[in-house]
């Protein structure tokens, strides 16, 4: 009797390590999914504009497949310019339009050369590179829908990640690049259209 309640016992304590050990395993395969704050820019005057409609059009066509890799990230260039447009120009006249055209909204992961020998255990080495590109076009129109004047910003930026990173710091690191783009582009057109869009700024 004494044997049985031994052997149960063992396997009691067997049966709770088991699931003692899944569950450390669940937790650290899926990580919390961090939470990112958005990119804004409520915060900053808008930019008014004697036009009658705001128009905002996407002209760049992700892919959504490898190497492209704007589909898989945070916030993607494409939607922080969407939101740009929406905080930033103001239509406040009685008639022709302002478009915004996103051209280009591209993330090319490229994976970079790493040592897979036994000295390669002692490096901490980048192994992907990120390249991404945003160019963005305002373009004023009459009420035929004709333009009559245009201004273009690009901005670049290129960030690398290193072996072993986890999704949540990959994440920040793409997040991190989507915000510096987007700013890039918000500074240069803050210039640009008070420089050959003037004559649509309203006081």
Known sequence: MFARIL???????????????????????????????EISFANEPPITLNVGQLEIVSEYKSPAHLPNYEQLMPISPEAAAIRWAKD???????????????KNAAVIQTPLKTDKGITGLFKDEQA????????VAIQIL?????????????????????????VNERDRVLYEMTET??????????????????????Q
């Open 7 to 37: 052997r149960a016992g063992r396997a009691c304590r067997l049966v709770l390590a088991l699931v003692t050990v899944t569950a450390v395993a669940a937790c650290e395969s899926h990580p919390p999914v961090q939470r990112l704050p």
């Open 128 to 135: 992907e590179r990120y390249d991404g590109t945003l160019d």
């Open 88 to 102: 930033r120009l103001r239509p406040m006249g009685r008639s022709g339009y302002a478009r915004v055209v996103i």
């Open 181 to 202: 783009l987007i700013r890039d582009i918000d500074s240069q057109m803050d210039g640009l259209i008070h420089s050959y869009l003037s004559q649509w700024v309203m």
């Open 142 to 166: 009459d009420d035929r829908h004709m333009p009559v004047a245009d201004v273009t910003a690009r901005a670049s930026r290129s960030r690398t990640t290193a072996e072993g990173i986890t």
